[in-house]
């Protein structure tokens, strides 16, 4: 089996500038990912799919393959995350002339992650043969209790309901976050053009630590998991 491995990394950042790059607990913010895509070693190629010649750079110092820079159109910030992952792919397939059959995602912004959870994923991934395999915590806050959507009428309810309103958060049906961490598709799903996100699909999920549904995006978020990493708490 071949497995094709993405990081997808782009220059611009409006939260934090240059973040894929920035400095964490000593290494580029990208580098912990790689280093734990070289750490489960099962990937044919790890390829980093960026717009910036600087973050192919860093990329190719820690283990990734940058064979191709990714078009203007999928380096904005609006840019979907899909048409990024089927562009990696076809790319890496035409240029190194090989087929691959299943394509793990790691994203750079969501480094709490253990080897075991890729393949956790993957192992599941392989079982099961769903389209996409996504990684999840458990969700804090339940749409069935106190999650709210406003109305037309600028009234607000609870997002979902239940026939017996509940009482207690525990007794609602369970609910996850996707934690923006490990993603594994099936090829056939990522490479029709009609599909446009995941959840479209028939997804399966892999529960991971509720630490790993920490997510980098400000300056607070850095110093966050740096004080998480220095008590010992998560390691990256």
């Not at 990734?64 to 890496?92: C, N, Y």
Request: overall charge positive.
């Amino acid at each position: 089996m071949n497995i094709l491995l993405t990081v997808a990394a782009r220059g611009g950042s409006i939260g934090v500038k240059n973040k894929n790059i920035r400095k964490l607990c000593g290494m580029p913010l990208i580098a912990h990912t790689l280093e734990q895509a070289k750490r489960w070693g099962k990937a044919s190629r790890i390829i980093c799919s960026t717009d910036s010649l600087q973050i192919a750079e860093i990329a190719r110092t820690y283990g990734a393959e940058t064979p191709f820079v990714r078009p203007e159109s999928m380096a904005t910030d609006t840019a979907g995350k899909i048409d990024v992952i089927r562009h990696a792919w076809l790319e890496t397939e035409r240029i190194f002339k090989e087929n691959y059959d299943v394509l793990i995602d790691l994203d750079v912004t969501a480094p709490i992650r253990k080897v075991e959870d890729i393949e956790g994923a993957f192992q599941l991934f392989l079982d099961k043969k769903p389209d996409c395999v996504v990684s999840v915590v458990p969700a804090r806050r339940s749409p069935y209790f106190n999650m709210l959507e406003e109305q037309v009428d600028g009234s607000f309810s609870l997002l979902k309901k239940l026939s017996q309103p509940l009482l207690r958060r525990q007794d609602a049906p369970k609910v996850y976050d996707m934690n923006a961490s490990i993603y594994v598709h099936n090829k056939r799903f990522i490479l029709n053009q009609n599909t446009k996100s995941i959840v479209q699909g028939r997804i399966l999920i892999w529960v991971m630590d509720q630490k790993s549904a920490f997510d980098i995006d400000s300056e607070d978020d850095f110093l966050f998991v740096e004080y998480l990493v220095s008590k010992g708490l998560v390691k990256l």
